[in-house]
């Protein structure tokens, strides 16, 4: 026969036992990083998905994949970023984050990679402005040393116009697969 445990001695067992795991990133995002939009989707191999960025200031780009594997390139010269043609990449099996800086020119094209190696890749973005970065040369800075904070969001985000339009392909595709 097993000898009881006293109460107490479960109740700090019950303490220090590990919680349920979290696949959300939110415990490892700075305090000065202040999310802008959540954006979600899904691209198919060898395709993608493209949105644009209007924020001004240091932007970070956290995109995860769901399902599959999807990469992430950006750039600033051109709306429709590529493997080919880009200025900033994160092409990770995992959570691939870019840190998009200040001076790029907006709008900044965001080109959303399906890796051929899935049928699908669904993802996650979170795009965060970045409260912490300071000005560098040749970025404005306000004379007064302040910090004016993430600028506003527009009622008609960019990145949500292009994910409507990325579903309504889809739907498209599918019905167009349907009929023939």
């Not at 590990?18 to 954006?39: C, Q």
């Not at 959303?112 to 190696?117: A, N």
């Amino acid at each position: 026969m097993l000898p009881q445990s006293p109460p107490l001695l479960l109740a700090l067992m019950a303490l220090l036992a590990p919680g349920p795991a979290r696949s959300d990133d939110a415990d490892d995002v700075p305090v000065t990083w202040v999310l802008l939009h959540v954006v979600q989707g899904q691209v198919g191999a060898g395709n993608y998905s493209y949105l644009r960025l209007s924020h001004e200031g240091r932007i970070v780009l956290r995109m995860r994949s769901l399902r599959g594997d999807a990469d992430l390139y950006v750039s600033d010269r051109t709306p429709h970023p590529s493997f080919d043609d880009y200025e900033l990449q994160a092409a990770t099996c995992g959570q691939d984050q870019v840190f998009v800086p200040g001076h790029f020119r907006r709008p900044v094209g965001i080109g959303v990679y399906g890796h051929p190696s899935h049928r699908e890749s669904e993802f996650e973005m979170r795009v965060y402005y970045d409260g912490a970065a300071q000005p560098t040369f040749g970025e404005a800075a306000y004379p007064d040393g302040s910090d004016p904070g993430p600028p506003p969001a527009p009622e008609d985000a960019p990145e949500e116009d292009s994910l409507l339009w990325t579903l309504l392909i889809s739907l498209l595709k599918l019905v167009l697969e349907i009929l023939f």
